[in-house]
């Protein structure tokens, strides 16, 4: 097996979820990866210090969001219509609040890439506070800071749409608890 098979076979799956963290979009968040990969694989060699690969291809894939995110900016003509919009500021069901791994990540979605990209680094891929600075390429005590900061903002949102469980457990009946345990 080639180095740069290795090397994809080692980060894919992370860089995915990272990529799929930012632009809530399987397609987009493939083709990013890919894109890391590729620049990778012209620029890779440049890389002195082969133990910081998966730090360049964090940072690689951020900058190359961004990057698209300029781009669309620029160049995005496409009206946003009455019953899209509608749609986008419509009321959930009442069975996508409830508090769960996905709501969470749901809600994490949400936030504004300054304070997601942080936090999906830090909870979803492990990355130390210091390997978020550089792929971020920011200063430690704004990654601290973000993350903070977006903790307190999804804690807020979590708050503000509270889950459909009941809030009492006198209010709970016997099918309930299979509901809720299984």
Partial sequence: MSEFEELVDAHYQALFRFGMSLTRDVNAASDLVQET?????????????RTKAKTWLFTTLHREFLSQRRRAAKFSDEPIDEESAAAVAGVQDAAERQMDGQRALDLLGSLDET???PLALFYLQQHSYKEIAEILDVPIGTVMSRLSRGKEMLRRRMMAEPSSAPKNILQLQPEDLQKYHG
């Fill in 115 to 117: 304070y997601r990209a």
């Fill in 37 to 49: 990969f590729c620049i990778w694989a012209a620029k890779g060699s440049q890389l002195k210090d």
